[in-house]
Nanobody
């Protein structure tokens, strides 16, 4: 069984920074692309950033230049460094991992961590 656990969310003032972490644990044979999504109240879940197993990254236009995604393959962990935070960044942030436990590749999601940007 595989688990993804996010951490690092909280309340921050506009212009501040937070660093989110998401650790995957369990029977993981190979870890592929990892991503961060966010969902604000009443909205759909949107992709924020992705990083492939080789380190290639992609970002939503709304966070380019402010957010940085990275990963530590030895720890099966993905990070999201968020700088210059704005009120519109307020959302529940979820990580997703594409991985295989040895047979098929599947998507796994974490439970989410709340990020609130407010003065």
């Amino acid at each position: 069984q595989v688990h993804l656990v996010e951490s690092g969310g909280g309340l921050v003032q506009p212009g501040g920074s937070l660093r989110l972490s998401c650790a995957a644990s369990g029977t993981i044979f190979k870890l592929g692309t990892m991503s961060w999504y966010r969902q604000a109240p009443g909205n759909q879940r949107h992709l924020v950033a992705t990083i492939t197993s080789g380190g290639n990254t992609n970002y939503a236009d709304s966070v380019k230049g402010r957010f940085t995604i990275s990963r530590d393959n030895a720890k099966n962990t993905v990070y999201l460094q968020m700088n210059s935070l704005k009120a519109e960044d307020t959302a529940v942030y979820h990580c997703k991992a594409v991985l295989t436990t040895g047979t098929t590749w599947n998507d796994y999601w974490g439970q989410g961590t709340q990020v609130t940007v407010s003065s």
